[in-house]
């Protein structure tokens, strides 16, 4: 079973610390970056979805925080 998130972050450094804390937990990078205007705090968001392959089939039982 293949496991998809996003990751977000407030600037550059919050977000390469999640990066790097999924990446040594097995998850991989996944497609394109992106970056986000958020205009009401006047920064850009940086964002990157991850991708993790789990042993197993897709169930409601299925706690992603196992993972």
Avoid at 39 to 63: F, H, M, N, Y
Wanted: with cysteine; hydrophobic share 35%.
């Amino acid at each position: 079973m293949k496991l998809y998130r996003y990751l977000t972050g407030p600037d550059d450094t919050a977000f390469c610390k999640r990066v790097s804390a999924a990446l040594n937990k097995g998850w991989q990078l996944h497609g394109a970056p992106t970056l986000t205007f958020d205009p009401l705090k006047g920064r850009v968001i940086c964002g990157q979805a991850i991708v993790k392959e789990v042993a197993g089939e897709w169930s409601e039982d299925l706690t992603l925080s196992d993972y």
